[in-house]
């Protein structure tokens, strides 16, 4: 499957097996298949990626989506993310760390 960044900024997908493939900010990568599906469709999901090469992405799954952000969260911020934010918060604030 190959992504594109549609955003002037980096994304960090995380895989299955605990690592990380680096999506340059307007870049394109191949991803392995191992990548996490649940991450990769909240970003297209909100405009940040385009998919191509795959017919239908799997559905997300919300509580393995808030694990995934919550650990690039940490991650990113050295700080505990708080369990009360939702996957958009975290998002969010994801996104301002990377500013």
Not at 70 to 84: F, I, P, T, V
């Amino acid at each position: 499957m190959k992504v594109t960044n549609q955003k002037a900024k980096m994304f960090i997908i995380p895989t299955k097996t605990g690592k990380f493939r680096l999506l340059p900010a307007s870049g394109e990568v191949e991803l392995p298949n191992d990548y996490s599906e649940s991450y990769v469709n909240a970003l297209a999901e909100n405009g940040s990626i385009t998919i191509s090469g795959v017919e239908q992405v799997e559905d997300s799954d919300d509580e393995e989506l808030e694990e995934l952000l919550q650990a690039e969260y940490e991650e990113l911020s050295g700080d505990k993310a708080d369990g009360r934010w939702s996957a958009e918060t975290l998002q969010e604030k994801i996104d301002e760390l990377k500013a």
